[in-house]
Structure formats: C-alpha cells, structure tokens
C-alpha cells in the first residue's frame, strides 16, 4: 500500500527562491528511500513538507491517505534532523521522554518506553547522563531514540550523521538498518553521500535542483534482503 503520495507539488518561499517545481512521488509502506542530490535542490524542504513541518504552495501530499501534516496520530512521523537538537540542561532520559511528555504522558507512565528506545541505540545505561557527557555519536543515538519514542511508522532522517567522523556514521548506518529491519518501518534518508544511499536504500529517489524535482528513481534490487 502506498504510505506517501506526492503529486505535483511545488514550493516557493517568501523571499521568491522556489526550491520545488512540480514533484511527483509515491512511497510505499515499509520501504527504504533515500533523497540523493546536490546541497540545495530541495530534499530537505520535500522532507519537511511531507512530515507537516512545512507548507507547500500547490501540489498534494497524502500521508497514509490524511493530507501532509493532519495525521490523526502526530506520532505516526520520527524526524531525525541534522543536528542532534538535545536538550543541553535536560538528562538523556528527559530528552527521549519529550515527546510523550507532549502527548500527555507522566513520567512513571512514559519510564518503560524511554527506557526501551535507549536499549534500541545501546544507551540504555546512559539515562541519567547530559548531552555534554556524550560522543557526538552517541547524541545522535539519543536523537534516534527521541524519534522512535512514540513508535512512529514512518521515520525521516535529514541528513543526519553529516557531522559525524566516517566510522562513527558507518557504525550507525547499520545501526539504523537494523531499527528498520526489526521495526517494520518506512525510512526516508536524506544525504547527498552516494555511498550512504547506495548502502542503505532500497530505492534511491535522486533531484536536481533545476528543475526542483525526482530526476532520476531507481530501485537496488536485492538491497532489503542483504543481511
Ligand atoms: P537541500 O536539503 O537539498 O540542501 P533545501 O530544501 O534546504 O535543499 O533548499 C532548497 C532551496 O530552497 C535552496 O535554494 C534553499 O536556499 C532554499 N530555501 C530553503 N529554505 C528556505 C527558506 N526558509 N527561505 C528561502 N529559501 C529557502
Ligand atoms: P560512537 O562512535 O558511538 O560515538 P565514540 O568512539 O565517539 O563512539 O565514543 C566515545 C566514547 O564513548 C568511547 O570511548 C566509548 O567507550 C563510549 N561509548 C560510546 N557508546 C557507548 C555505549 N553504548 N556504551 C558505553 N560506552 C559507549
């Protein structure tokens, strides 16, 4: 079944830059997507729009069949942004518990599935730690476990281990096949690593910022069942 329907949708911002024309995309449920591209032609901006983050111009999005952003469970999206973006003051379990605390949850209620998604990234032991005691590795996983809190169906990564040494982005490359494997989820990955797309997807949507939309989509047979 088809988890997200792009059609036609365009993007121009305030300031006249228009970083979509006219993309077309469809995604089906439990696929590994990557958005492949140069800086700046767009891939962010189509992440952000399909998550609800964003406003489009023209165009549609459908998220499993609800309009971009009107998902009757926000929960049903993680979004791993490029930065980190913990909580500096806040412990490594306060950080995770975030956004249950924002669906209502107290924190003896929310305890066990913190504790479940830092057992998820292998930080199980690290709840009462602050961001600055962490690696940058290891901020990253507890972002991951931000994301994956709430059991999110469809999760969307925007570039995220960018800042990051090369071991430290291929050891979490596998870690987060492995969440995908294991939790029956959708992935979209945004990077402009070809390696990274390759590696990771099973589809590599690539865009070119003229014209501002999929310019190549191209399916690695095989690459869901690499073990
Ligand atoms: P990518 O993620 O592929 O690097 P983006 O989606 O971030 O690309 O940006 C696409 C284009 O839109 C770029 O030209 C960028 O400068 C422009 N852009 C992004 N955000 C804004 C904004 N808030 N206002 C104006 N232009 C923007
Ligand atoms: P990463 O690639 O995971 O960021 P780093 O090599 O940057 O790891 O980690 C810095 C230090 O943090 C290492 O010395 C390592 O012992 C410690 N560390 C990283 N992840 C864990 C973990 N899950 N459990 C215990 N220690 C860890």
């Not at 969307?156 to 490359?173: G, I, W, Y």
């Amino acid at each position: 079944p088809v988890l997200i329907d792009m059609k036609d949708v365009s993007k121009r911002f305030a300031n006249g830059t228009v970083a979509l024309r006219g993309m077309s995309l469809q995604i089906r449920n439990g696929e590994f997507v990557s958005f492949l591209g140069p800086s700046g032609c767009g891939k962010s901006t189509a992440l952000k729009m399909i998550s609800g983050l964003l406003s489009f111009s023209s165009g549609s999005i459908t998220v499993n069949g609800h309009p971009a952003g009107e998902s009757p469970h926000g929960s049903d999206i993680g979004y791993v942004f490029q930065e980190a973006t913990l909580m500096p003051w806040a412990s490594v379990f306060d950080n995770v518990f975030l956004p249950l605390k924002l669906q209502g949850l107290g924190k003896g209620e929310a305890k066990a599935r913190v504790e479940e998604a830092l057992s998820m990234v292998g930080l199980a032991n690290f709840a009462r730690s602050y961001p600055r005691e962490l690696s940058g590795g290891m901020k990253m996983r507890v972002s991951i476990a931000r994301a994956m809190v709430t059991k999110p169906k469809l999760l969307l990564m925007d570039e995220p281990f960018a800042a990051l040494d090369e071991m430290t982005r291929s050891k979490l490359n596998d870690e987060v096949l492995g969440l995908w494997r294991s939790h029956g989820l959708t992935v979209i990955f945004v990077t402009h690593s070809v390696f990274e797309s390759v590696y990771l997807s099973s589809r590599v949507v690539v865009m070119a910022a003229r014209p501002g939309r999929v310019v190549h989509d191209i399916a690695l047979p095989g690459a869901d069942t690499r073990t």
